[in-house]
């Protein structure tokens, strides 16, 4: 049993890699089954909380169609098909594609596949790509087109292409080959009523000086087009437009309302319905550009990428820089940069990540094959590499680094020691117990509860079970105010969340993402993804399971409609 035990502690601190003073583990979830289908060439969308998979072809892509790829020949024309997938890779549905250039597409806060058109048609799709419903943003932004697009929890926000009117007779063009409109921005905030509202811009004065820096070599080395932009079929970063931006939810802003931050030359602009502020972070300046934006899970952090190699963070009132780092040895800009929850943030190259902590350090790891697709979680970031393999990169929490770290001396390992010593009827068991006691009235109380949340985190099944036995051992001994319920409420959850991870329903959720998600919410997603019987079993148990019908308060987005 202690070899058992031992052998299970070494393999939890197996893909632990230090970054700073922080652990960050990459724990794999599933040997992805894509059955008969070839990831090559294919656009992916990947929702949040272990949500769906949808993938296209790649129209800004040349692609030999064969028998079995996905599109299909009609009229004449080639029309491509959306397929979505579980989490696992296990295939959902499919439908043809009949609209006209994908722009945008992503999921919804309710599960909801959201596909933005060039002329600003968007159609809601099911998971099964049924197709829900359809509007527009209006006859305004139909006239210029769509040249960029956002989907976020609730809503989209899309940039218009810039206008060129014609100059009147005699009239010079501009030399710095701006538009005589810069784009605009709008967004429709309720997918279930949708109303547009175009958002304030940035100045005139602001895209000049940007296409002025462009023009005098200051543009980034990835040529100014984040990951997702469409290459020669519009995107952002041309002139007119900003480099780049990012989409603060409501539930994180000030105002309570959508505000968009847009990056325009050496400036970072807050955008929303009533104004435009401009901030100018000195290293953002110096640089004259970024290739990428990105707003941490809770809205407390911005990441920026800039066009002189320098990764930035900073405050959620863009006012003051907490880090900066220097990437070394890139050819290129990354193709992304994502925050692994509120703690670090992940730059990524077709083969090559880096996780940067938040006091700079970092930690570069490679991959046998390239990264097909990142998702950002609340607590990390799921990694699907090649068409093989899905990780969870996450920072280790606090009360698995307290039971399995090496060397570890806390009551929470001691109490582990104490239960392996007990299984194997070693009387020194008691002693260890003992001295837990002794060393204040709270220390075994606190070793049973990092034991128990220890637990929940871990997506170990067997790990699961030596911790709680752990926590089983200690519970008996602890003060009569200890909360009766937290073991068993954290064990009914268990039993939900291994349920769920279970490849043939494929929502590989974390504890900490049920608690944002909360248990009614992942019943009526069980629901949408028509698993029945296992959504009906959760529901029975839900009024025994301590605060399981509770909804998270935000956040954690809703069902499926």
Not at 250 to 272: F, I, K, M, N, Y
Not at 378 to 395: A, F, H, P
Not at 452 to 472: E, M, S, T, W, Y
Request: proline share 7%.
């Amino acid at each position: 049993m202690a070899d058992m035990m031992a052998q299970l502690k070494t393999q939890a601190v197996g893909e632990w890699e230090m970054v700073g003073e922080c652990f960050f583990s990459r724990e794999p979830l599933y040997d992805m089954s894509w059955v008969d289908f070839d990831l090559e060439d294919k656009r992916l969308t990947c929702a949040p909380f272990g949500g769906p998979i949808a993938a296209i072809r790649d129209e800004r892509r040349t692609v030999l169609v064969t028998h079995g790829s996905s599109a299909v020949a009609t009229g004449g024309s080639l029309k491509p098909l959306i397929r979505t997938f579980n989490s696992a890779g296990e295939s959902l549905g499919a439908c043809l594609w009949e609209g006209g250039r994908l722009v945008a597409w992503g999921w919804t806060e309710e599960q909801q596949l959201a596909v933005v058109e060039a002329t600003g048609k968007v159609s809601l799709f099911s998971p099964f790509v049924e197709k829900i419903r359809e509007f527009t943003f209006g006859t305004a932004v139909e006239h210029d087109g769509i040249a960029a697009a956002e989907v976020y929890g609730s809503g989209v926000v899309v940039v218009t292409e810039p206008r060129q009117l014609a100059a009147p007779p005699g009239t010079p063009a501009t030399a710095d080959g701006m538009p005589s409109e810069c784009s605009e921005i709008w967004v429709i905030c309720n997918l279930r009523d949708p109303k547009p509202i175009r958002l304030k811009s940035p100045s005139k004065e602001a895209y000049r000086a940007a296409a002025a820096a462009t023009a005098a070599g200051t543009a980034s080395k990835g040529g100014g087009n984040p990951l997702g932009s469409i290459t020669g079929l519009g995107g952002l970063g041309r002139p007119g437009m900003p480099q780049c931006l990012a989409v603060l939810d409501p539930r994180v802003t000030l105002s309570r309302g959508v505000e968009v931050l847009a990056v325009v030359g050496g400036s970072l602009w807050q955008l929303d319905e009533a104004s435009a502020t401009d901030h100018y972070p000195p290293a953002l300046r110096a640089a004259g550009n970024a290739v990428h934006l990105a707003v941490s899970p809770g809205g407390s952090f911005v990441a920026l990428y800039t066009s002189d190699d320098r990764l930035l963070v900073l405050s959620a009132d863009l006012n003051r820089q907490l880090t900066e780092f220097e990437t070394r040895g890139a050819d290129f800009a990354p193709s992304g940069l994502y925050w692994v929850g509120s703690d670090a943030v992940l730059l990524t190259w077709p083969d090559v990540a880096v996780l940067v902590g938040a006091y700079g350090d970092s930690v570069q790891w490679s991959f046998s094959e390239d990264l097909t697709a990142v998702i950002p979680e609340v607590d990390g970031c799921r990694l699907i590499v090649g068409r093989t393999s899905q990780q969870l990169l996450r920072k280790v929490p606090e009360s698995c680094v307290e039971v399995f770290r090496p060397g570890a001396t806390g009551v929470a390992a001691q109490l582990w020691d104490a239960r392996t010593l007990y299984d194997d009827q070693n009387p020194r068991c008691d002693r260890i117990l003992r001295s837990i006691q002794d060393r204040s009235p709270s220390s075994l109380p606190a070793a049973v509860s990092t034991c128990i949340q220890a637990a929940g985190h871990d997506l170990n099944p067997v790990r699961q079970r030596a911790l709680l036995r752990a926590a089983a051992y200690g519970r008996p001994f602890c003060p009569p105010d200890f909360p009766r319920q937290l073991m068993y409420g954290v064990a009914c959850r268990l039993r939900i969340l291994n349920a769920v991870r279970d490849p043939r329903v494929g929502l590989p959720l974390t504890m900490t993402q049920l608690e944002a998600l909360s248990l009614p919410v992942l019943v009526a997603r069980l629901i949408s993804y028509r698993q029945w019987l296992l959504a009906y079993r959760i529901a029975e148990v839900l009024k025994n399971v301590p605060g399981g019908l509770a909804v998270a308060g935000g956040g954690g987005g809703g069902g499926s409609g």
